[in-house]
């Protein structure tokens, strides 16, 4: 028969032990890791028209806070061509572990084939994949004037790239307000300073489970 003095330690040892495997098993959990994201995007993404720093990309950077890094690599004018020429060094010099691509709306503005647009677009999704980055994809919109069906058609391109390639799409980064032509400037194609803050408000959703990880 045990004694009363055994028990009494054992029981002791059991209520010792499970603050030790509780401890073990939170220094065992994934820690938060602090995340480079790469911004690969165009004019919309390089603050035209505005103070940089009040574009959603620097905003993006104070939303994430210091643990994260921003950098911001988008180019005016750029189209999903001349971004696949560039990506590959950016992706070298940055090492990012998330991309946010945000390409495209230059296509559609000269016109440029859809197909060349979906092609490009994806091969720059497997760029980014192949250099162990997550990718999330950011969808534009085109102006009104370029009719309903092209316009469309442009959309699409972002939602089967994303299926394609599985990963995160943003349908459009100016939900909410993209036919609001007083959140434009006077070009009705760039955003105000004061309409950055919802584009980070429509990213962010998709943007932080990419953060975490794997």
């Not at 045990?2 to 054992?10: I, K």
């Not at 084939?113 to 994809?137: C, I, K, T």
């Not at 307000?177 to 309409?195: T, W």
């Amino acid at each position: 028969m045990l004694s009363a003095r055994f028990l009494w330690l054992s029981g002791a040892r059991r209520r010792l032990a499970l603050p030790c495997l509780l401890l073990c098993a939170a220094l065992a959990a994934p820690a938060a890791q602090a995340a480079r994201v790469l911004v690969f995007g165009d004019s919309i993404s390089a603050g035209y028209g505005i103070n940089p720093a009040q574009g959603w990309v620097s905003l993006l950077q104070g939303q994430l806070g210091k643990q994260h890094t921003v950098i911001n690599a988008s180019l005016s004018g750029e189209t999903t061509a001349g971004g696949l020429n560039r990506l590959p060094a950016v992706l070298k010099q940055q090492r990012p572990d998330v991309v946010v691509l945000e390409l495209g709306g230059n296509d559609g503005l000269r016109g440029l084939p859809l197909a060349e647009m979906q092609s490009n677009l994806g091969a720059m999704v497997r760029l980014a994949q192949a250099a162990n980055a997550r990718v999330m994809l950011v969808g534009m919109a085109l102006p009104p004037n370029y009719g309903p069906e092209y316009g469309s058609k442009f959309q699409q391109v972002y939602r089967e790239v994303a299926k394609q390639q599985r990963v995160v799409l943003v349908p459009l980064l100016v939900a909410g307000f993209e036919r609001d032509l007083s959140q434009f400037q006077n070009d009705g194609i760039h955003p105000l300073a004061a309409a950055q803050p919802r584009m980070v408000a429509n990213v962010l959703p998709g943007l932080q489970p990419l953060l975490r990880r794997r």
